[in-house]
């Protein structure tokens, strides 16, 4: 990223960066590179896989309300795809747990 930020693949490189701060449960180093996709890449086609992964990373930080807000973000504006199908069922789930 610092060598090639303009490169084509930088919205890519970014995601995974997030990625893999998510994974390795750093979720405030997740939610931070998952913020810089949408904000620095808004024609991506890694938006919606971000969006997704940012309502996730707040469950994660039990940021429920932006979670959620950001989970049903990603159901409108992705309708009949895999992250609306995958933002649903977390939403579903946290509905059946409480989680508001």
């Known amino acids: 990223m610092k060598t090639y930020p303009n490169s084509s693949y930088a919205d890519n490189a970014q995601y995974w960066l997030g990625e893999a701060n998510y ?49 049903e973000k990603v159901v409108r504006q992705f309708p009949k795809s895999t992250v609306s199908r995958l933002a649903q069922t977390r939403l579903n789930r946290m509905k059946t747990a409480g989680k508001k």
Request: positive net charge; charged residues 35%; proline residues 4%.
């Open 23 to 71: 994974v390795s449960r750093k979720y405030r180093s997740a939610l931070r590179e998952f913020k810089r996709v949408i904000e620095g890449h808004p024609d991506s086609p890694k938006i919606g896989d971000a969006m997704l992964k940012l309502g996730f990373t707040y469950y994660e930080l039990k940021q429920y309300g932006k979670s959620r807000k950001m989970l």
